[in-house]
């Protein structure tokens, strides 16, 4: 009999008969660590049949000789026209070899010209890597995402976020595990008319299961409409259990790999790291596996219909930290406005780094060494060590005792 032709899926394998007019689909393709086990989700259909299933989707072990006897002699008794001893055992060799190969390895050079890593939107989405902004509750993550959505999909050039956006419009998967459609729909009509902005598609899917079990269809969609980013909103029920076990984290960014494409992530705020340095909640992997990372913070007086927020960039792994980024957003029934804006809430600045302190203070005039040292409750050594690399980086002077602003800042 002929040997099948064998096609690469995201998590799986498709094994065609040319001859005997049979295909297998073989999805859910797993390695287990534990005993080395292959498994994965079978289904069988041949254009004889109308293409209808010959055996229905089962999970299968692909290791054992007990599986594959017992249904070998199950599809003997009822599809006695095939071969299956042949077939099934060709499947299983196929399935545990490439399976088990994992990627091949590549020759790579140093002295070829290798490209720097680009954003896709500068400075918060690197292309083909995950990003994640997190916060606590309220904090407008979920709104700021669809700002990003926003800047991709147009694409938003001319924003008054002080991003900047692809020369091309990029889809965009919003993988929902939130809210229903009616609610993103309607915030993004708020977005859109607040901005003054003309209509744009959102490409929603609402998710509940695990992204992990069903990155199959994920991927299928985003090829459906040609997506080349997707924001997964958000990180608790889409991992679906316990963030803080590492191989949740693991099983998560696994999956989150095979899409090969640009991911925002948005996430939670630990609960046990207090102070002015908070982490993504659940295990540090996350945080290992996210190229940029954001904490999202806020500030708003009660019963008021505006608030600011501010993005602090913790962690970037493939270059230079992202300057503080402040933000006004004013909101109503009908819109939603968002607007770059200096950092100037005492409870964000406070976040920042102490260079970045001491730049905000001395927007309010001249100051002296101890009276900054006073004002940002530090140490003097800090401020000392902080105001030379300042003064080096042509940021700040002093006349007499007092330093002031070399040059007009840059919001932050």
């Known amino acids: 009999m002929s040997k099948p032709d064998i096609k690469d899926l995201i998590n799986g394998y498709k094994f065609h008969w040319a001859d005997e007019q049979l295909d297998i689909l073989v999805s859910r393709c ?32 692909f290791t054992s000789d007990t599986t594959r ?3 070998i002699k199950t599809l003997n008794e009822s599809y006695p026209k095939w071969e299956w001893s042949e077939i099934i055992n060709q499947l299983s060799l196929g399935i545990v070899e490439r399976a088990r190969a994992g990627e091949p390895v590549r020759e790579l050079w140093t002295h070829e010209d290798v490209p720097k890593p680009e954003f896709l939107l500068e400075p918060i989405l690197y292309k083909g890597l995950p990003t994640i902004i997190f916060g606590e509750k309220a904090t407008l993550k979920s709104t700021t995402a669809l700002a990003i959505y926003t800047c991709l999909i147009l694409p938003w050039h001319d924003n008054p976020l ?28 708020r977005l859109q008319q607040g901005m003054g902005l ?11 299961i695990p992204l992990a079990d069903d990155i199959e269809q994920i991927q299928k969609h985003m090829a459906d409409i040609e997506a080349k980013a997707i924001i997964v909103d958000s990180l608790g029920p889409a991992v679906g259990g316990d963030l803080n076990k590492p191989e949740q984290a693991l099983g998560f960014s696994t999956a989150l790999r095979q899409l090969k494409c640009a991911a925002l992530i948005i996430g939670q705020t630990s609960k046990e790291k207090e102070g002015k340095h908070k982490s993504v909640f659940g295990s540090t992997y996350f945080e290992y596996y996210a190229r940029n990372i954001f904490e999202l913070r806020k500030v708003q007086e009660e019963g008021e219909d505006e608030l600011d927020i501010a993005l602090y960039n913790t962690h970037c792994n493939l270059g230079r ?11 109503n029934e009908v819109s939603i406005k968002m607007e770059r804006k200096a950092i100037t809430a005492q409870e964000l600045i406070e976040r920042m780094g102490t260079q970045a302190r001491i730049l905000s203070l001395l927007k309010t005039g001249a100051i002296s060494t101890q009276e900054i040292t006073d004002a940002l409750e530090l140490r003097r050594n800090t401020v000392d060590v902080s105001l030379k690399r300042l003064r080096e980086k042509q940021k700040i002077t002093k006349v007499g005792e007092k330093w002031g602003l070399l040059l007009q800042e840059e919001l932050i």
């Open 198 to 208: 003309p209509s744009f598609p959102l490409f929603y899917r609402r998710c509940q």
């Open 321 to 331: 930290k992202a300057k503080p980024m402040g933000f006004h957003i004013s909101f």
């Open 69 to 71: 006897s017992r249904l």
């Open 30 to 61: 797993r390695v287990h660590n534990s005993d080395g086990r292959v498994t994965g989700e079978l289904l069988i259909t041949s254009s004889i049949v109308d293409g209808k299933p010959i055996y229905p989707l089962t999970t299968f072990n």
């Open 162 to 189: 002080g991003w900047i956006a692809p020369e091309k419009p990029i889809k965009t998967l919003l993988a929902d595990y939130e809210v229903d459609y009616e609610v993103s729909q309607y915030n993004a009509k």
